[in-house]
């Protein structure tokens, strides 16, 4: 690009709290790359779900009606199943696991299919792990789940716990779930404790359970046309100054997990941790349903398995 080239304007979907430390990070992600890039590119965030919500945004991104995406990965899977060897549940115990997935072999894999569906990812921001909100009691063992109506949006944690003895409900989309468990419709439902702490999750579901099912990530990522029309040095400033929001996020997220039990505490839920030993009894269980998923998409999925399947 030249010096007299006009400036490149790309226009970014984006949602959530404000107050979040991953929309603190993608901000600071923003500001740093339209100053680096000033003359040559100018990103303009579209915040708050102006334009999509975590549910199509991704697939806004990949028909380029918009340039960039901030998405959920769970929101992602039925788009790109192999997203799904990322986020497998209970496949990793801790945030520092689930982050080693998003690099080497596996990351290359994880590339792959969202280029093969038109998207490129730029960065990723860590949350912190999938506990179970509830509003009938506290899961410490395996049997705790037998006839409790767990809504769901992930097919895989469905059939993983329907094997439990619950009775998932996949019918009910992420941002109706709150007066599903007001209305009692359902008995609980799986969210992460910094994300179910703003989204007052604790209101209607007081009985917080935690067992690290998984670690969902939350995606900025490109319409992979777009980002091939770009300058190698607009592409190299924008990853670089991504792979330094990531890293932050993966240690931010740790200390607001705890941060957020002890608000959720003060708030008048009750916090309970599952054993290691019954969480090692639910992943056993667990293996079966991995392996099938793996049966189902191919090479690249087994091979995810065995990268991130423990």
């Known amino acids: 690009m030249t010096s007299t080239a006009k400036e490149v304007e790309l226009k970014m979907a984006s949602w959530g709290p404000d107050q979040h430390y991953a929309a603190q990070a993608r901000n600071v992600w923003l500001d740093e790359v339209n100053k680096a890039l000033v003359g040559k590119c100018k990103i303009v965030d579209y915040p708050g779900g102006q334009l999509y919500g975590p549910k199509d945004v991704h697939k806004a991104a990949a028909k380029g009606q918009i340039d960039i995406a ?177 890293a932050y996020t993966l240690a931010v997220c740790k200390g607001w997990e705890q941060k957020f039990t002890g608000e959720l505490t003060k708030a008048g839920a009750t916090i309970t941790v599952m054993s290691d030993a019954e969480r090692a009894k639910i992943k056993e269980v667990s293996k079966t349903i991995w392996t099938k998923w793996a049966d189902e998409n191919g090479k690249d999925a087994k091979r995810l398995l065995e990268l991130n399947g423990n």
């Open 70 to 246: 901030v998405a959920l990965q769970p929101a992602m899977l039925a788009m790109i199943p192999m997203l799904q060897g990322v986020y497998l549940p209970f496949a990793f115990d801790n945030v520092d696991q689930a982050a080693k997935a998003y690099s080497g072999e596996s990351l290359a894999i994880i590339e792959k299919a969202m280029e093969q569906k038109g998207l490129k990812l730029l960065f990723v921001s860590y949350l912190d792990g999938v506990q179970i909100f509830s509003n009938k009691g506290s899961i410490e063992k395996i049997d705790d789940f037998k006839g409790l109506r767990v809504l769901s949006t992930s097919p895989i944690f469905s059939e993983i716990i329907a094997k439990l003895g619950a009775a998932p409900d996949t019918s009910i989309p992420q941002t109706e779930q709150y007066m599903a468990l007001k209305r009692s419709v359902s008995d609980a439902m799986a969210q992460a404790i910094v994300g179910g702490y703003f989204q007052k999750s604790f209101e209607v579901a007081p009985y917080v359970s935690k067992m690290n099912m998984s670690f969902p990530t939350i995606l900025t990522c490109m319409n992979l046309k777009k980002w091939k029309t770009l300058p190698k040095d607009v592409q190299d400033t924008m990853i670089s100054i991504g792979q330094k929001q990531s």
